[in-house]
């Protein structure tokens, strides 16, 4: 399971050009029931047992605000995400990189706090905004079948900063599609 996002899917296509990274997940886990036992024991799990630190930095221009956020870009920082931080700062975010634009689901695994996510098309076009709850570990998926990048923000961030669907996502350098989805680990 990839956890964090798309927890359906399992790092399509990760292990054809590399190996994804396996990190085990948890330090103290309690002891499952023994039908679990090998089911757990079987599992890849992708995302680390701690919260992420000092990770890339980029400067998005959403709409007519320039916000810098971490960004995730390997199969190891996306399935980590915001797991294990202790909260989100009010213009705190982090941003997904994917290779290619299809259906994306989040959901918020060891995630203590609320969220906002939006959801945004290979064209830096912001389709959509969901509200994600602390510790749900329920796939929200988008409607559109063409998301290549993800927004995560405190709750409020997009009506505070008044972004909505249909806002231009983009960084100094150009459209997020040429600047950063090069540097993108699943499609």
């Known amino acids: 399971m990839l956890a964090g996002c798309n927890p359906s899917g399992t790092a399509p296509g990760a292990a054809k050009s590399a190996p994804p990274v396996v990190v085990t997940a948890v330090s103290n886990p309690p002891t499952p029931a023994p039908a679990a036992t090998a089911a757990a024991e079987n599992e890849v799990i992708y995302h680390l047992n701690r919260a992420q630190v000092n ?3 980029v400067k998005l221009d959403i709409g007519p605000h ?3 956020s971490d960004v995730c870009t390997t199969v190891t920082q996306i399935a980590t995400g915001l797991m294990f931080r202790e909260s989100l700062g009010t213009n705190d975010t982090m941003f997904f990189v994917f290779g290619i634009g299809q259906q994306r689901s ?3 695994k060891n995630v203590k ?3 906002a996510a939006g959801y945004i098309d290979s064209d830096g076009i912001l389709q959509e905004i969901v509200q994600l709850k602390a510790q749900d570990v329920t796939p929200v998926p988008s409607k559109s079948d063409k998301i290549q990048f ?3 923000t405190a709750p409020d961030w ?3 900063n008044h972004v ?3 806002a231009l996502v983009s960084t100094s350098a150009g459209d997020l599609r040429t600047t950063l989805a090069r540097r993108a680990q699943l499609p």
């Open 158 to 160: 997009f009506e505070r």
């Open 164 to 166: 909505a669907p249909g």
């Open 55 to 57: 990770l890339p930095r």
């Open 150 to 152: 993800v927004l995560e």
């Open 106 to 108: 989040f959901y918020m």
């Open 66 to 68: 320039q916000i810098e």
């Open 113 to 115: 706090f609320p969220i």
